[in-house]
């Protein structure tokens, strides 16, 4: 298999499943990050404006067909229990680390798609529907991405960045 694909298995069997930390500052940030980078890839495939699910496999938006199942060959993906949108948003972030690695043009394009919702799980954040809505947390958003998501300004989410915020935020918490 390629490289891109192999390095991005090499991320999800290094999350650590049993860690969950659900409030932490980074993990809005990253949500944010998440849904700004899934409106511009559906503003680009042209997708109707009240069809945009938060969480989706954008190798079956372009309708790209892999030549192996995620789901079968990604053992990995075992690892997650009873977390159905967090396992299905990884088996879409190993499709699309897949087409990258096989130099498919619009996974090219937007190969970061999937990298904040990963770091959100990395950084032991989940997501879960509920009532109609994506949550996080204590938090919630719509489970529809909106439009004017895609004109938003851009969030730093590298590590250094995001370890401050949550580190600051540690801080101000009576022991």
């Known amino acids: 298999m390629n490289q891109?694909?192999?390095?991005?298995?090499?991320?999800?069997?290094?999350?650590?499943?049993?860690n969950e930390e659900p409030n932490k500052p980074s993990h809005g940030i990253l949500i944010y990050e998440f849904l700004r980078r899934g409106s511009q890839f559906y503003d680009f495939i042209d997708h109707e404006p009240n069809k945009r699910l938060a969480v989706f496999s954008a190798a079956d938006?372009?309708?790209?067909?892999?030549?192996?199942?995620?789901?079968?060959?990604?053992?990995e993906l075992?690892?997650?229990?009873?977390?159905?949108?967090?396992?299905?948003?990884?088996?879409s972030y190993l499709e699309?680390?897949?087409?990258?690695?096989?130099?498919?043009?619009?996974?090219?394009?937007?190969?970061g798609l999937y990298v904040p919702i990963i770091k959100l799980f990395s950084r032991g954040g989940r997501i879960r529907y509920h009532n109609g809505e994506l949550t996080y947390g204590r938090a919630a958003r719509s489970r529809i991405i909106s439009v004017e998501m895609s004109t938003v300004e851009p969030e730093d989410i590298s590590d250094k960045t995001l370890d401050k915020l949550d580190t600051?935020?540690?801080?101000?918490?009576?022991?």
């Open 4 to 18: 891109m694909f192999e390095d991005a298995r090499t991320i999800i069997r290094n999350i650590n499943w049993e």
């Open 78 to 91: 075992n690892e997650i229990k009873d977390e159905w949108l967090v396992k299905s948003a990884c088996k």
């Open 61 to 75: 938006m372009c309708g790209i067909k892999l030549p192996i199942e995620i789901y079968e060959y990604c053992d």
């Open 96 to 111: 699309w680390a897949y087409l990258s690695g096989e130099n498919e043009s619009v996974a090219l394009k937007f190969q």
């Open 168 to 175: 600051n935020w540690n801080e101000t918490i009576p022991k």
